[in-house]
């Protein structure tokens, strides 16, 4: 409250001088006749030039009054020609008795229209150092303000104010540095009984209007009750037992949002000191109780400290009463409950909040954070330590949408829509205008349907870059460390992650992030480097760029039966139906391993490599992110013997490559065994064998044909082109199979 009470010192400057003129024209009697030595008298004691414009009236029994009209006392040189302070009329009077025993019993003073401005340039000086110079003794020594004290109460005595009202006053507060513009009008102010050093029941109403840049950004009507005790020589001052209602109109606010707070405060301008005791706030269902220290007072060396509590309150209906837009969050009961404690101290450039406790929903965040103002933007630091901490829950709806758009709906679900392009929106104007120093250790975190444990962040952020570098943690059975940037400097926002997960289990990590069952089972290594940029997630996918690897054991593909397609392929080349093996669709591993690159949203690999007892099995292709499709190809060999239909060995098929081929979506994947590859190995094959065959026999005829061999008589005459017509029958036989 340390700018009221320097606001009632300022605005009692004019009061106070009528009231001095008063006294010296006691022994005058003809007011109008000094009009240029009172005014010469006044610049002289101000250093700024004092007008009486308008009439001046006296009267001098039973009580001394004196009105003045068209009062004005000058501006500070450069602060341009309206005048620092004038009012309209300013009525004084003053018990003439008390003045024989050097008493001054101010009757009433009455003052209307009064006006005062105030200015502080670019530069940073004002309109009103002078004066304070003046009225403080020209910065007297310690222990000078009782001297002054004693000296003023020899000349006066004691002093009184009956009653004191204010009328139609105004107030204008321009800060040119900040470029702020704060106006009190009207206002009124009423003051009863006051005496130095004791209680005055003290009355202000009026209302303000703020501005920044030229456009108004908010109101605010006041109503304050308090008593005030003032001792001008001794130089202290308090308003204790305050208690003022506030009525805020701010922009996009449909209403008026209430607001209350009780407090004392003190004042001492020899020490440097003011103080705010038992502080009570009420505003939109916050409640904050604390108490609040201000030293070296008129110094560049302004220090303060204390203590903020705050009640359990909803954020919600805070934003909402503040005329702010509540966020749309994933969960609709996030942000219902919050608490804050904290202790604050600092300077005029720099704050700190050391404890600081945050409670919000389930979480605690507990630790320091501090704020400097000396650089070119705000500078945020913390250091926090948290128990959990659901960041979903405060997400996006479109984030949660974007995220799990790609996994299969449950039985029964209505038919997923046409996709639809879901933006994704930055606070890139609050991102450029904060720096950010900060650490976060949290036992738990939830982020993107991925709960990781023991979690160690750091976040910086410079000129609208964000960074988190790095991430560490535990989750699913292995360790994760990563980092991230977001940058809003530029027109369109840019993306970076890099992340390397070492002995995860893969499945409960996808079928989390994904949540589906996850088509990747297995226990391995993952690193992932990626780049996007955009302002929609199709704009992401599109310019996505990178590189990775992984290498996983022990594991599984659902969604494919390698086994179960090479049993299928056998069986039709056979001419046979396969029953249902009552295996899982999966196609076991011991091992896989591969990398990729990314360009432009679609996903290269070329060398996939996948291993199990069974089969060993080769990759390539490519999946396009944008358009959620497939095209690849997996060459599968078995290793070992698998049993088709009844039994029936597939022996034939060691050894033989067998390409499957994968298309369709991610959602609904395709998958076929190339046939015709297949056919035609096994013909060649069987064309070989049968070649052979006809060879050796056609070899052994020979040699029974030479001179000294025995011919068979018996031998047909066709016998020996029947290796050949073997070969037809059997290759008629696969086409009609084939059919």
Do not use: C
């Given at each position: ?25 006691v022994a ?31 009267t ?6 004196l009105?003045?009209?068209?009062v004005?006392?000058a ?24 003045l ?19 200015t ?42 009956a ?38 029941p ?50 996009g ?21 003011s103080?705010i ?15 609040l ?10 220090a303060?400290?204390?203590?903020l ?14 005329g702010?837009?509540?966020?749309d ?12 404690e ?10 700190a909040l ?6 919000l ?34 997400l996006?709806p479109?984030v ?14 209505p ?40 979690i ?16 560490t ?43 589906d ?22 704009a ?10 992984m ?50 949203g679609?996903?290269h ?49 060691r ?26 190995e ?29 011919a ?8 020996e ?6 070969i037809?029958?059997e ?9």
């Amino acid at each position: 409250m340390k700018w009221l009470l320097r606001l009632l010192s300022l605005l009692g400057v004019v009061v106070l001088l009528a009231a001095v003129v008063a006294v010296f024209l006691v022994a005058t009697f003809d007011p109008g006749a000094y009009r240029e030595r009172i005014e010469d008298r006044v610049t002289e004691a101000t250093g700024r030039e004092f007008l009486l414009a308008g009439d001046i009236g006296l009267t001098l029994f039973p009580t001394i009054g004196l009105r003045l009209e068209d009062v004005s006392l000058a501006n500070a040189p450069g602060f341009g020609d309206a005048p620092f302070a004038a009012a309209e009329s300013v009525d004084v009077a003053v018990a003439m008795l008390p003045l024989l025993r050097r008493q001054l019993e101010v009757l009433r003073i009455d003052a209307d229209g009064v006006s005062l401005s105030l200015t502080r340039e670019q530069d940073g000086h004002n309109n009103w150092d002078d004066l304070a110079e003046r009225l403080a003794g020209d910065a007297a020594p310690p222990g000078a303000g009782n001297e002054r004290g004693d000296r003023e109460r020899a000349v006066l005595g004691d002093f009184s104010v009956a009653g004191m009202d204010l009328t139609r006053v105004r107030v204008e507060w321009d800060d040119r540095q900040a470029g702020t513009r704060m106006v009190l009008d009207p206002a009124n102010l009423r003051l009863r009984q006051f005496q130095p050093g004791a209680d005055a029941p003290l009355e202000i109403d009026g209302s303000i209007r703020l501005e920044e840049q030229g456009e108004e950004t908010g109101a605010m009507h006041l109503r304050l009750d308090a008593l005030l005790n003032a001792d001008p020589a001794a130089q202290r001052y308090a308003l204790r037992n305050l208690a003022s209602d506030l009525e805020l109109q701010l922009p996009g606010m449909a209403g008026l949002l209430q607001s209350r707070f009780t407090t004392d405060v003190s004042l001492d301008l020899a020490a440097g000191v003011s103080r705010i005791e038992g502080l009570s706030a009420a505003l939109g269902g916050m409640e904050l109780v604390g108490r609040l220290e201000i030293r070296e007072l008129g110094r560049e060396t302004l220090a303060f400290e204390g203590q903020l509590r705050s009640n359990t309150f909803n954020p919600r209906l805070l934003l909402s009463e503040l005329g702010l837009s509540v966020p749309d969050t994933t969960d609709p009961s996030a942000l219902q409950r919050m608490e804050l404690e904290l202790a604050v101290s600092g300077n005029a450039r720099e704050l700190a909040l050391d404890p600081l406790r945050i409670t919000l929903d389930e979480s605690t965040l507990r630790g320091d954070a501090g704020l400097r103002l000396s650089g070119p933007r705000p500078a945020v630091s913390f250091m926090l330590k948290g128990d959990r901490l659901n960041l979903d829950r405060y997400l996006p709806p479109e984030v949660e949408q974007a995220r799990v758009s790609e996994a299969e709906p449950p039985p029964g679900a209505p038919p997923v829509p046409e996709e639809v392009d879901i933006p994704v929106e930055l606070p890139a104007e609050l991102m450029r205008a904060v720096d950010l120093d900060g650490r976060l250790t949290l036992e738990t975190l939830t982020l993107l349907g991925l709960t990781l444990e023991a979690i160690e962040v750091n976040l910086r952020a410079r000129d609208g870059e964000w960074k988190v570098e790095p991430l560490t943690g535990r989750g699913y059975e292995g360790q994760v460390e990563g980092r991230a940037t977001v940058d809003a400097s530029a027109a369109v926002p840019r993306y970076a992650l890099a992340v390397s997960l070492a002995g995860v289990a893969i499945q409960p990590l996808l079928g989390a992030l994904r949540q589906d069952e996850g088509r990747l089972v297995g226990t391995g290594n993952l690193a992932l480097d990626v780049t996007a940029a955009g302002a929609s997630v199709r704009a992401l996918t599109s310019s996505l760029h990178g590189s990775g690897d992984m290498r996983f054991v022990d594991g599984a593909v659902r969604g494919i039966n390698v086994a179960r397609i090479i049993r299928q392929a056998d069986a039709r080349l056979r001419g046979e139906r396969l029953e249902d093996d009552g295996e899982p669709n999966q196609t076991d591993f011991t091992e896989l391993s591969g990398s990729f690159r990314i360009l432009e949203g679609v996903v290269h690999n070329e060398d996939l490599v996948a291993s199990s007892p069974l089969l060993r099995a080769t990759g390539h292709g490519s999946a396009n992110l944008p358009e959620q499709t497939l095209d690849y190809r997996v060459d599968a060999t078995l290793v070992a013997t698998i049993e088709g239909q009844g039994g029936r060995s597939l022996d034939d098929l060691r050894g033989v490559n067998l390409p499957i081929r994968i298309s369709g979506t991610f959602a609904d994947p395709r998958f076929r065994l190339d046939l015709d590859d297949v056919v035609r190995e096994r013909v060649e094959d069987r064309v070989r064998r049968e070649a052979g065959r006809l060879q050796d026999r056609l070899l052994e005829r020979l040699g029974a044909d030479e001179p000294g061999g025995d011919a068979d008589p018996a031998a047909p005459a066709d016998a020996e082109p029947s290796g050949s017509r073997r070969i037809e029958d059997e290759l008629r036989r696969l086409r009609e199979r084939l059919r």
